[in-house]
C-alpha cells in the first residue's frame, strides 16, 4: 500500500514589513507531512486590518475581498496541481517552489513536444506555403537544440 501523503497550502500575512502604501504581504508555504516550504510573496497586499488570522483569508464579503480571496484559492490549487504531477523524492518541496516560482518547468520535454507538433504542422505546408528547404532548416536547428 502507497503511503499517505498530507498536503497543505498556507497562507499568512508578513507583519513585519509593509509596502510604499502601509499594506502587508500575503505570503504562502506549502507542507507535505509536516515538512513545511516557504513559497514567497503571493504578490497581493492588504491592509492588516483586512486579513483574518485564523480563517487565512480576507475579512468581509466586498467585492475586494471576494476578488483576493479567489486569487488565494487559484494559488493553493495551482500548488496542489503541481505536488500532485511530481514524484515524492528528497527534494520535493523545492521542486514544487521551482515550479511554481518559475525557476523551473513543469515537464521539460514540453518544449520538444510543442516543436515536434509545429514541425508537423509545417510538414502539411510544404509546396503550399513553405518549400522542403525551408522545412529542412527547421529540422536541423532542432537537431542542434
Do not use: C
Not at 502604501?21 to 492588516?48: D, Q
Not at 507538433?117 to 503550399?128: M, R, Y
Amino acid at each position: 500500500m502507497a503511503k499517505q501523503i498530507n498536503v497543505k497550502v498556507f497562507f499568512y500575512l508578513r507583519t513585519n514589513y509593509k509596502n510604499r502604501f502601509g499594506k502587508n504581504a500575503i505570503m504562502v508555504k506549502i507542507g507535505i507531512n509536516g515538512k513545511w516550504k516557504s513559497i514567497g510573496s503571493t504578490g497581493i497586499y492588504l491592509f492588516k486590518e483586512e486579513w483574518d488570522s485564523f480563517n487565512k483569508k480576507v475579512k468581509g464579503k466586498s467585492q475586494h475581498a471576494s476578488n483576493t480571496n479567489m486569487k488565494l484559492i487559484f494559488i493553493e490549487n495551482e500548488l496542489l496541481e503541481i505536488a500532485a504531477e511530481l514524484p515524492m523524492r528528497d527534494d520535493y518541496l523545492n521542486k514544487i517552489k521551482d515550479i511554481y516560482t518559475g525557476r523551473a518547468l513543469r515537464n521539460s520535454a514540453s518544449f520538444f513536444q510543442y516543436f515536434d507538433k509545429f514541425l508537423t504542422n509545417l510538414k502539411a505546408q510544404i509546396g503550399k506555403e513553405i518549400t522542403q528547404a525551408t522545412y529542412q532548416k527547421y529540422v536541423v536547428t532542432k537537431k542542434h537544440l
